[in-house]
């Protein structure tokens, strides 16, 4: 076996995925602490403290508490080289989350065992049910008060549509948290400092033997589809559960996947081809730098630092010289790489989310990553018009990444931001002004119905102060309708002119 498919056998790629506070980052820190990549895991709340959370590296979201940005972070554990990918906790940054769902290999979704399946959970996970990857449950936080287990994981099933099987099981919650006990090895795992409760024991073990007659099988190909979800329960805080999750997960985890392109041909990992896709810009990782990193996750080929690849979009040569891997913002400068891996490429302009960049002569090209409608929108005004060079450079960087969309006025030069939800504004802001020292204002045009025009259809008298003509910054023509009827009126009157959603 060459070197390559050795490393390709221990590569595992995954993104943690839950609603915002169920503990999805204080999981996150647990994991780096088991390959002994931190000493420390800091919790993300401790606002006094000095120890924030290894994967929330943007200011905001160590002011915050919350992740608003997708971070990639590498470790190694048992003989497996793992690759996570933090996503943001938000709803408002879903369209992120989105994006980075398409670049892993399976899922691990961290549920609050007191809340259950909350909203952003469940529409996070019908995206991943699309592309039928291995989801993996946690349902974190049983050393607090929880909700009976059983009526967990009957929700889990009714809420999402997927079979779950329990691989391990809490016996009492909170302050009678007896332990789990190990369905596969058969044993209890005691929580340190209980006090015993052998009444609360009696009845976990009645409800464990209930679950070896009457629960579902263990079916690993059920599990590999999206079908059957192994089911953990556990304490990220109290790094309780997390070991035999982490180990578990790694026996039943798939290695990196084959890739369909826009022609329909199957890109296999193994393939000798190097070939990847970018799915994340991130700019000023390093705000002393004022770098823009973008995200590949490789798919096919090893990746030589050095090595000369196309990017299929515009048929551009490209070298890739200073590439680097990751623990969120602590990086190291990288020789090689396999499929499954995330790399970061130094950009200085030539990516858009969603390019494929390949070696060889053979072309490659991966399908376009999907961009949503935005729903809400402001107009956007720099405060001081003598830092225009940056406020014009802050505003293309930003929307680069994909974290807000940028439209124009149809004759004037005025921005008009779209975002899927109003924190995106606040980050773009904060950002703004910390990154690039620019002071902006905005002047809310409230929420729109956004749909896209083609070109030669579109004739300026259409627009009216019901539907404002803009431009996306590809130049494409986009009608901001001011709500539903307004567009049925306009579908009405102009039946020839085909609108366009996005996601």
């Given at each position: 076996?060459?070197?390559?498919?050795?490393?390709?056998?221990?590569?595992?790629?995954?993104?943690?995925?839950?609603?915002?506070?169920?503990?999805?980052?204080?999981?996150?820190?647990?994991?780096?602490?088991?390959?002994?990549?931190?000493?420390?895991?800091?919790?993300?709340?401790?606002?006094?403290?000095?120890?924030?959370?290894?994967?929330?590296?943007?200011?905001?979201?160590?002011?915050?508490?919350?992740?608003?940005?997708?971070?990639?972070?590498?470790?190694?554990?048992?003989?497996?080289?793992?690759?996570?990918?933090?996503?943001?906790?938000?709803?408002?940054?879903?369209?992120?989350?989105?994006?980075?769902?398409?670049?892993?290999?399976?899922?691990?979704?961290?549920?609050?065992?007191?809340?259950?399946?909350?909203?952003?959970?469940?529409?996070?996970?019908?995206?991943?049910?699309?592309?039928?990857?291995?989801?993996?449950?946690?349902?974190?936080?049983?050393?607090?008060?929880?909700?009976?287990?059983?009526?967990?994981?009957?929700?889990?099933?009714?809420?999402?549509?997927?079979?779950?099987?329990?691989?391990?099981?809490?016996?009492?919650?909170?302050?009678?948290?007896?332990?789990?006990?190990?369905?596969?090895?058969?044993?209890?795992?005691?929580?340190?400092?209980?006090?015993?409760?052998?009444?609360?024991?009696?009845?976990?073990?009645?409800?464990?033997?209930?679950?070896?007659?009457?629960?579902?099988?263990?079916?690993?190909?059920?599990?590999?589809?999206?079908?059957?979800?192994?089911?953990?329960?556990?304490?990220?805080?109290?790094?309780?559960?997390?070991?035999?999750?982490?180990?578990?997960?790694?026996?039943?985890?798939?290695?990196?996947?084959?890739?369909?392109?826009?022609?329909?041909?199957?890109?296999?990992?193994?393939?000798?081809?190097?070939?990847?896709?970018?799915?994340?810009?991130?700019?000023?990782?390093?705000?002393?730098?004022?770098?823009?990193?973008?995200?590949?996750?490789?798919?096919?080929?090893?990746?030589?630092?050095?090595?000369?690849?196309t990017l299929a979009r515009t048929g551009k040569k490209l070298?890739?010289?200073?590439?680097?891997?990751?623990?969120?913002?602590?990086?190291?400068?990288?020789?090689?790489?396999?499929?499954?891996?995330?790399?970061?490429?130094?950009?200085?302009?030539?990516?858009?989310?969603?390019?494929?960049?390949?070696?060889?002569?053979?072309?490659?090209?991966?399908?376009?990553?999907?961009?949503?409608?935005?729903?809400?929108?402001?107009?956007v005004i720099a405060k001081d018009v003598m830092k225009q060079?940056?406020?014009?450079?802050?505003?293309?960087?930003?929307?680069?990444?994909?974290?807000?969309?940028?439209?124009?006025?149809?004759?004037?030069?005025?921005?008009?931001?779209?975002?899927?939800?109003?924190?995106?504004?606040?980050?773009?802001?904060?950002?703004?002004?910390?990154?690039?020292?620019?002071?902006?204002?905005?002047?809310?045009?409230?929420?729109?119905?956004?749909?896209?025009?083609?070109?030669?259809?579109?004739?300026?008298?259409?627009?009216?102060?019901?539907?404002?003509?803009?431009?996306?910054?590809?130049?494409?023509?986009?009608?901001?309708?001011?709500?539903?009827?307004?567009?049925?009126?306009?579908?009405?009157?102009?039946?020839?002119?085909?609108?366009?959603?996005?996601?």
């Amino acid at each position: 076996m060459t070197d390559f498919e050795t490393a390709l056998k221990t590569r595992r790629t995954f993104a943690i995925i839950s609603h915002p506070d169920a503990g999805k980052t204080t999981l996150t820190e647990q994991l780096l602490l088991h390959g002994g990549v931190i000493r420390e895991a800091g919790t993300v709340k401790g606002r006094g403290a000095k120890k924030l959370a290894s994967s929330d590296w943007m200011a905001i979201e160590q002011q915050r508490g919350i992740s608003v940005t997708s971070s990639v972070l590498q470790f190694d554990y048992d003989g497996k080289r793992i690759n996570i990918l933090d996503t943001p906790g938000h709803e408002d940054f879903s369209e992120d989350t989105y994006r980075t769902l398409m670049a892993v290999d399976s899922v691990v979704m961290v549920v609050d065992a007191a809340k259950g399946i909350e909203p952003q959970t469940k529409k996070l996970f019908e995206i991943v049910s699309k592309r039928g990857i291995p989801v993996f449950t946690f349902f974190n936080k049983i050393d607090r008060d929880a909700r009976a287990p059983l009526e967990l994981v009957d929700e889990l099933e009714e809420t999402l549509g997927i079979q779950a099987i329990p691989m391990n099981w809490p016996i009492g919650s909170g302050q009678i948290l007896q332990g789990i006990y190990d369905l596969k090895a058969d044993e209890l795992v005691p929580f340190k400092n209980a006090t015993e409760e052998p009444g609360v024991l009696a009845e976990g073990m009645d409800e464990v033997e209930l679950l070896k007659d009457a629960g579902n099988d263990f079916d690993e190909e059920a599990v590999a589809h999206g079908r059957l979800t192994p089911v953990f329960f556990g304490s990220a805080l109290a790094n309780f559960g997390v070991t035999e999750f982490l180990q578990q997960y790694l026996q039943y985890a798939p290695g990196p996947a084959a890739v369909e392109t826009v022609d329909d041909q199957v890109i296999e990992p193994d393939n000798p081809q190097f070939s990847g896709f970018v799915f994340k810009i991130q700019a000023n990782m390093d705000p002393r730098h004022r770098d823009r990193i973008a995200f590949v996750r490789i798919v096919s080929g090893a990746f030589e630092r050095g090595m000369d690849v196309t990017l299929a979009r515009t048929g551009k040569k490209l070298r890739l010289a200073n590439v680097t891997q990751f623990m969120a913002e602590e990086r190291e400068n990288v020789q090689g790489a396999v499929p499954g891996d995330i790399i970061g490429v130094y950009d200085t302009g030539n990516f858009q989310i969603g390019d494929t960049i390949y070696a060889g002569k053979k072309k490659i090209t991966f399908p376009d990553l999907p961009t949503f409608t935005p729903e809400y929108f402001n107009k956007v005004i720099a405060k001081d018009v003598m830092k225009q060079k940056s406020y014009h450079k802050g505003i293309t960087q930003l929307v680069q990444e994909g974290t807000i969309q940028l439209y124009k006025s149809w004759n004037a030069n005025e921005y008009i931001l779209g975002a899927v939800g109003n924190l995106q504004f606040e980050v773009f802001k904060f950002r703004m002004e910390n990154e690039y020292n620019v002071a902006i204002q905005f002047e809310p045009i409230g929420s729109k119905v956004a749909r896209w025009v083609p070109a030669d259809q579109v004739d300026p008298k259409m627009a009216s102060t019901r539907n404002l003509l803009v431009k996306d910054r590809y130049d494409r023509p986009v009608f901001l309708f001011e709500n539903q009827f307004a567009l049925n009126w306009f579908a009405d009157k102009y039946p020839d002119v085909e609108l366009e959603a996005k996601m």
